[in-house]
């Protein structure tokens, strides 16, 4: 298991953290999302090799992550 955290451009309120935290919550081996709008950071306890599809998932909610 590893921890992470991701940079999320976009989260402007706790709607979007929900949008992102549920996005991330449906990959697999995702086990603990917290994210903060106030901060944009989103961090993440999930199995090892999780964190291009957790990138993706973000993606795909509406929200982008710098480089």
Known sequence: MEQYE???EGMSCTGCEETV???VRQVEGVHRVDAD?????????ADE???SDVRQAIHDAG???PA
């Not at 709008?37 to 306890?45: C, D, F, L, P, S």
Request: glycine share 10%; net charge negative.
């Open 6 to 8: 991701l940079t999320v």
């Open 21 to 23: 935290s549920n996005a």
């Open 37 to 45: 709008h106030e901060t944009g950071e989103v961090a993440i306890t």
């Open 49 to 51: 090799g999780t964190e």
């Open 63 to 65: 929200y982008d992550l």
